[in-house]
């Protein structure tokens, strides 16, 4: 099945008004595109537990801190209609820029707390950009549930806050994070690493999962982030944003273990930054 491009919010709304009058649970997974089976598992999610799904596909200037980032960010409608279409979603909403901020738009949603740490530290204005368009999707697609992936962890706990505190009726699903065989997430900045940077980039979530490890046998958790650090550091990446412990649902340091960890971390390579997050 071919899914329905919207372009509009009043089309969007007119096709929801429909499913919605003829009783259908409507699921969204919102993304900006550039699909891999990452996204494509939100969607199979999404198809399995709702009578509609739309996929919404929108690159959101208010999000991109660094102009360069969103210059570049890669842009594949055609092929992300065509994987969409062998999902059997039912509409692709990927509207231009000037319907989502129309002249005059004038309202930030800004959460506190856990935006602030890790990805918010370091991409200043990053989580008032996904609040607003997040609670904007919302709003528009009317839906009844949302799919949003563990990779981008602490999006995750903001999406979850923003809905809890702003009592948006729709239920925010987490989904697994999808690796390649060599256990790299996968993320459409992937794209732009070098072959040699593709080749190193498996570093990062090899050397988490082996602080896990040690930290879960008893090695102390400031020795375990900085054994993982300097092994990213040696395996060729540029810099390391973060990798730190914190608790899985604020988002607080983490000195000890106990209780349910996460262990967060940003680092670039090739001029490619990538994140990436695992339980501990
Ligand atoms: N590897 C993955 N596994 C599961 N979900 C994912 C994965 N990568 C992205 N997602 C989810 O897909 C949704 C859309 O993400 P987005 O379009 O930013 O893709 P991305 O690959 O994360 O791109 P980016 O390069 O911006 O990180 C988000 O909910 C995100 O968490
Ligand atoms: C949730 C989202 C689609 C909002 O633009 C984006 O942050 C993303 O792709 O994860
Ligand atoms: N994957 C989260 C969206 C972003 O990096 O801007």
Redesign the pocket.
Known sequence: MTPTVLRSVAELRAHVADWKAAGATVGV??????L????L??ARRARAACERVIVTIFVNPRQFNNPADLEK?PRTEEQDAALLAQVGVDAIFAPPPEEVYPRGFATTVSVTGVSEPLEGAHRPGHFDGVATVVAKLFGMTRADRA??????WQ??MVVQRLVADLNIPIAIEG?????EPDGL??????IRLSAEGRARAPALCRAMQAAAAAMRGGLPVPEGLAQARSEVLAAGFDTVDYLELRTADLLLPMERLEGEGRLLAAATLDGVRL?DNIPV
């Open positions: 997974v919102p993304t900006m595109g550039a891999h089976d990452g996204h598992s939100l960010y799919f949003f992936g563990e990779k981008d999006q995750l989904c697994p994070t999808v690796r997430a996968m993320s459409s900045r992937n994140i």
